[in-house]
């Protein structure tokens, strides 16, 4: 069964900072994985996908993730955030059956400090 | 609008109570999909719809947990005898016509249901 494990719950960066949210996934098929972007009291907005093209991937707001095969992870990342930055964020992958459903971890909670 | 609407925004229910949430998403969607994310958690998978069919259901938790899609656009999702533990936000989603395993999912802002 597919599934995605995000490593830390919280994360505390200062303005101008690195960004990187882990994310390791399990899957029995080539992976589909998404990121997701959830700001307070909205829904989830899609910031980034890979679907087995480019293993580095880039998405809105600056983000980026890379696909590692070997590390079995698509963590993100982002060189410098920014306040607007600070918001949930989920990984997902996509499930094995046809229905399209995403499968997704926890969430990390990302902090901006000024 | 342009984009999934859910209705309502937030609801409050006592405990033994019906509520239905209702779910418009975006014109052409063929795929339509239910999660339900607890505070401080992930969105967990409920049931799935395309069109008017209810091809996956495996996520309800219960028979008091009931979806349904007469028309293949608005759906509603009804739970019956509402317990504390429902307590969670309903999230809808949708997706286009003829988008397989990279198609992504396009998410309305939920429904927040408490149960007293």
């Known amino acids: 069964a597919q599934s995605v494990t995000q490593l830390g719950s919280h994360v505390s960066v200062s303005e101008g900072a690195l960004v990187l949210l882990r994310c390791n996934y399990s899957?029995?098929?080539?992976?589909?994985l998404f990121w997701y972007v959830q700001y307070p009291n909205q829904g989830l907005q899609l910031l980034l996908k890979y679907t087995s093209a480019a293993t580095l991937v880039k998405g809105i707001n600056g983000f980026e993730a890379e696909f590692k095969k070997s590390e079995t992870s698509f963590h993100l990342t982002k060189p410098s955030a920014h306040m607007s930055d600070a918001a949930e964020y989920f990984c997902a992958v996509h499930g094995s059956s046809n229905t399209g459903k995403l499968i997704f971890g926890q969430g990390t909670t990302l902090q901006v400090k000024p | 609008g342009a984009g999934v609407s859910q209705s309502p925004r937030y609801k409050v229910a006592k405990r033994g109570q019906d509520v239905a949430l209702r779910c418009d998403p975006i014109?052409?969607?063929?795929?339509l999909f239910w999660y339900q994310q607890a505070l401080g958690q992930g969105p967990e998978f409920l049931t799935y719809f395309q069109n008017e069919a209810q091809l996956d259901k495996s996520g309800l938790p219960s028979d008091r947990f009931f979806a349904e899609r007469p028309e293949g656009s608005v759906s509603t999702l009804k739970i019956q005898r509402t317990q504390q533990e429902d307590s969670a936000v309903y999230l809808c989603a949708s997706r286009p016509r003829d988008r397989g395993r990279d198609g992504e999912l396009f998410f309305g802002e939920g429904s927040r249901l408490t149960v007293l």
């Open positions: 014109s052409g969607h063929v795929s």
């Open positions: 899957s029995s098929v080539p992976p589909y």
